[in-house]
């Protein structure tokens, strides 16, 4: 029987399922330290998900040399054509389904999951629970580096997710069509601390909710209805519609995106730039507190 697409969330016994059905597929390890950016791939190497593309951060999901980057900050968004480019040329196809993991609570395989859906691929699904998850229940694993695939064709469709810009941003500052939800940590949105930025605040009117609130003690994602409760405590009667889901450089924010979808929103809108495009330039605002 063929398998449905996921879209969201794939639980482990249904990637198990999934891989035994030979259907079409690619596993993606997207697990990456801010702090130590050579860690994510050293972990890959000792062990992952048996068949697993290795996917670094900074020189997979973030614009390179000689491309036109998508989004300004410190992990500025490739142009969608190079990242087309670099799906087929480690032999991702059109029909085939993604799974994408990491070991840090989806914080950074969300933005490859967001990043596929932008390009035009419904077909990819978070793993609940990431590579902990997996270990529990006994999945297959590898170490070392993976065969590489022959390389394929990827077609670019219309994008299935919405990217804004800081200047569209800045446009709507304060107005009612405009609500921007800030996951960073709560002395980082206060600007108590900041680590990475030359700047400490955050962008006036944000709303606060780090992104690690999404999940569960075990890791897996909170129920639908937990996440619905949630977000409507915080957005007060402020429109689902209106909100623009930022961070410090475009990726810890997107499992805030992808929690507003499994609690049934429709899907909400990202700036990639986030805190530090937006306090690159000192002419624009910033608020503590």
């Excluded at 993991?101 to 914080?107: A, L, N, T």
């Excluded at 921007?180 to 600007?191: K, S, T």
């Excluded at 961070?247 to 909400?268: D, W």
Aim: aromatic fraction near 8%; charge should be negative; proline fraction near 8%.
């Amino acid at each position: 029987m063929p398998q449905p697409p996921y879209t969201a969330l794939i639980s482990p016994a249904q990637l198990q399922a999934l891989i035994a059905s030979g259907a079409p597929l690619m596993v993606f390890d997207c697990s990456f330290d801010l702090a130590q950016p050579a860690l994510g791939e050293q972990q890959y190497l000792q062990a992952h998900i048996a068949g697993a593309q290795y996917v670094h951060l900074d020189r997979h999901l973030s614009a390179g040399p000689g491309d036109q980057p998508a989004s300004g900050g410190r992990h500025p968004l490739p142009s969608r054509e190079h990242f087309a480019q670099w799906l087929a040329s480690i032999g991702f196809a059109n029909g085939m389904q993604a799974v994408v993991y990491d070991r840090s609570g989806s914080c950074q395989c969300a933005r490859l999951w967001w990043m596929l859906k932008w390009a035009g691929h419904d077909a990819a699904a978070v793993l609940d629970g990431g590579w902990q998850a997996w270990q529990q229940v006994g999945g297959a694993t590898a170490a070392g580096q993976e065969p590489p695939r022959a390389s394929t064709t990827f077609a670019l469709h219309p994008p299935l997710r919405q990217l804004v810009t800081v200047g569209e941003v800045q446009s709507r500052l304060g107005s009612a069509g405009q609500t921007i939800v800030d996951a960073r940590g709560e002395a980082r949105y206060r600007g108590e601390v900041e680590p990475l930025d030359p700047v400490a605040g955050h962008i006036p009117g944000a709303l606060n909710r780090p992104f690690g609130l999404n999940l569960q003690e075990d890791g897996h994602y909170k129920t639908p209805a937990l996440l619905r409760q949630e977000f409507d405590t915080l957005l007060a009667g402020r429109p689902a519609a209106s909100v623009v889901h930022q961070c410090g450089s475009g990726v810890s924010c997107i499992p805030n995106l992808l929690a507003m979808e499994l609690a049934g929103y429709a899907p909400t809108a990202l700036f990639a730039g986030s805190w530090s495009q937006w306090c690159a330039d000192p002419a624009r605002p910033v608020a503590r507190g």
